[in-house]
Nanobody
């Protein structure tokens, strides 16, 4: 199983980034996919999620600015981040969650750094 995030970097406040999480080794279309972030000294936070059926949810602080989407052909989940703020600075990680053969399975990526700074 592999989850590989990409698309992070440094951007000025008000800018945009699009994160990708390319996956392999499991049945992507059957899994819910989530984006988390972890800032220095803070707990890991669920930012956005998309179910296997395409239902989405967001933490209040990113509603209207971030959009999560998935491509079940490319086995990839995306996070479009607009109007970025300094408080969005964090390592962003993707997580796959699925119920397979009677067990909950969770897979994590390594993360990609997002820095919002002028």
């Amino acid at each position: 199983v592999q989850l590989v995030e990409s698309g992070g970097g440094m951007v000025q406040p008000g800018g945009s980034l699009r994160l990708s999480c390319a996956t392999s080794g499991f049945t992507f279309s059957s899994y819910d996919m989530n984006w988390y972030r972890q800032a220095p000294g803070k707990e890991r936070e669920l930012v956005a999620g998309i179910t296997s059926r395409g239902l989405t949810n967001y933490v209040d602080s990113v509603k209207g600015r971030f959009t999560i989407s998935r491509d079940n052909v490319k086995n990839t989940v995306y996070l479009q981040m607009n109007s970025l703020k300094s408080e969005d600075t964090a390592i962003y990680l993707c997580k796959a969650v699925g119920y397979v053969a009677g067990w909950w399975r969770n897979y994590w990526g390594q993360g990609t750094q997002v820095t919002v700074s002028s």
